[in-house]
C-alpha cells in the first residue's frame, strides 16, 4: 500500500486528530450543534477568511478568496447521533446518549485541517475555494437549509468525504453516478373489522390482510425492478392485534425503500400503492399508504469524479477505486441536485479490529485516526489541481 500523505498536512496531523477528538468528546445532535459550530467558526477566523454562521440554522461558511476564478466548495458534516457510547476511548463522549457514531466527528477535523493548509497558499490560489460545515445530515436534512440561505450561490463545483470503515486505510471508494441511495420512508394501515377469534365470519381479519400484502410488496424488489439495479423494500415494523382470541381490526407497518435512481423511486412507489389496493379490495380493508421521500440518492457528475479520481490517485495510487456500496442515504444529494458534485469515501476501518465489525452507527464505533490525514490530503490536491497554476 502505498500512501502519500500531503507534505502540509503531515505537519499538522497532530492538531487534525486534536480537533477530531475534542469533537469526538463534545458530540452534538442534529442542528443543536452550537459548541462545533463555534469551534468552526473561531479557526475560520483566525485564518482570515471571511466567515458566515447561522447558515441553515447552525452551520458555518467560510470563504478563502484567492482573486479571480471558480468557487469550488467543500462540505463537512457537523452532527452526531442519538447513542450511549460503550467503547472505552480515552477522549469518549461526556455528553449522555449522543455519540459521533458516523464519524462526523473527522469530517470536521479534516475539512479544518484543510482550511488551515489552504489558508497559507493562498498567494498561489486563483478562485475561491468555499468551506461547508453543515448540521443535522443525520435524518433531518440540514443540506436543504444550507442551500436555501445560499450557501451554493456561485459555487461551480462541491466535494464531501464520507469516512467509510467498510474500506481499510488507504483506500478510497469512489464513482460516477449514483454512490448513496434515495432512502425513504413508509407507513402502511390496514383497517379491518374485529371480532371474536372463534367466529371470522363477519370479520376482515387485519393481520391476514397485513401477510398477503407483507409477502406481496416482496415482490416488487424480486419482480419488478431490473435485477441489475439495486432497490431494497424492507418492512421494519408491525404492529396491531390485542389477544390471542380478538381478530384484529387494525395492523401498522413501517418501513423503509432504497433506490440509486429517481426512476426506480418511482417505480417502488407505484407498485406499492397499486398492490395495496389490490389486496385490500380482494378482502374488503381499507388501507391507507402514507409514503415519504427522504434524502435523494447521491448522484457523482462524470467530469468532477474525474478530477477527485485523478488527485485522489496522487494520495493512495491505486487504491482509489470503486468504492463498498451500501443503501445509505446522504443528504450530500441535495447538493448534487442543484450543481455537479462528487461525494466520496475514504477507508477507515480501525486497524486492531476484524475488518467490518466497527459499523457505522453502532455504540463502539472508532476510526483509523491515519485516514484523516488521507481525506485532508484528497481535498488539498484537489484544489492544488484545480486552482493552484
Ligand atoms: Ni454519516
Not at 442551500?147 to 462541491?158: F, Q, S, T, Y
Not at 468504492?323 to 476501518?349: H, N, R, W
Request: charged share 25%.
Amino acid at each position: 500500500m502505498n500512501v502519500n500523505i500531503h507534505k502540509d498536512i503531515e505537519k499538522i496531523s497532530d492538531e487534525i486528530i486534536s480537533t477530531r477528538r475534542d469533537i469526538h468528546k463534545h458530540p452534538e445532535l442534529g442542528f443543536e450543534v452550537h459548541r462545533t459550530a463555534g469551534i468552526v467558526a473561531e479557526k475560520l477566523k483566525n485564518l482570515g477568511m471571511d466567515v458566515q454562521t447561522g447558515i441553515g440554522k447552525t452551520g458555518v461558511v467560510g470563504d478563502l478568496k484567492c482573486g479571480d476564478g471558480p468557487t469550488i466548495a467543500l462540505r463537512a458534516d457537523m452532527d452526531a447521533l442519538p447513542i450511549q457510547e460503550t467503547g472505552d476511548l480515552g477522549y469518549k463522549s461526556i455528553n449522555d446518549r449522543i455519540m459521533h457514531a458516523c464519524g462526523h466527528d473527522g469530517h470536521t477535523a479534516m475539512l479544518l485541517g484543510t482550511a488551515k493548509v489552504l489558508a497559507d497558499k493562498k498567494s498561489k490560489i486563483r478562485g475561491t475555494v468555499r468551506f461547508l460545515f453543515q448540521p443535522a445530515e443525520e435524518g433531518e436534512g440540514g443540506a436543504r437549509y444550507m442551500i436555501e440561505d445560499g450557501c451554493l450561490d456561485g459555487v461551480a463545483e462541491i466535494y464531501g468525504i464520507h469516512l467509510w470503515n467498510y474500506q481499510k486505510f488507504g483506500e478510497v471508494g469512489v464513482k460516477e453516478g449514483p454512490i448513496l441511495a434515495a432512502a425513504d420512508e413508509f407507513k402502511i394501515t390496514i383497517k379491518g373489522v374485529g371480532g371474536h377469534g372463534a367466529a371470522p365470519q363477519g370479520s376482515v381479519d387485519a393481520v391476514v390482510v397485513s401477510a398477503h400484502l407483507i409477502t406481496a410488496l416482496q415482490t416488487i424488489v424480486s419482480r419488478n425492478t431490473n435485477p441489475l439495479e439495486s432497490t431494497v423494500v424492507s418492512i421494519g415494523m408491525i404492529n396491531g392485534g390485542y389477544s390471542f382470541n380478538i381478530i384484529a381490526d387494525e395492523v401498522v407497518l413501517k418501513g423503509t425503500a432504497r433506490s440509486y435512481t429517481e426512476e426506480n423511486r418511482q417505480l417502488i412507489k407505484t407498485r406499492m400503492q397499486e398492490i395495496i389496493d389490490g389486496i385490500g379490495q380482494s378482502f374488503g380493508a381499507v388501507i391507507d399508504f402514507d409514503y415519504h421521500d427522504g434524502y435523494p440518492p447521491t448522484v457523482n457528475d462524470k467530469g468532477v469524479y474525474e478530477k477527485l479520481l485523478a488527485s485522489a490517485k496522487k494520495i493512495v495510487g491505486e487504491g482509489a477505486g470503486d468504492p463498498y456500496l451500501s443503501m445509505g442515504g446522504e443528504d450530500f444529494s441535495y447538493y448534487t441536485q442543484k450543481i455537479p458534485g462528487c461525494f466520496f469515501f475514504v477507508g477507515s476501518a480501525p486497524e486492531n479490529q476484524p475488518f467490518r465489525s466497527v459499523p457505522h452507527h453502532c455504540s463502539h464505533f472508532d476510526i483509523d485516526e491515519r485516514a484523516l490525514m488521507v481525506g485532508s490530503s484528497i481535498f488539498v490536491q484537489l484544489i492544488e489541481d484545480q486552482l493552484m497554476t
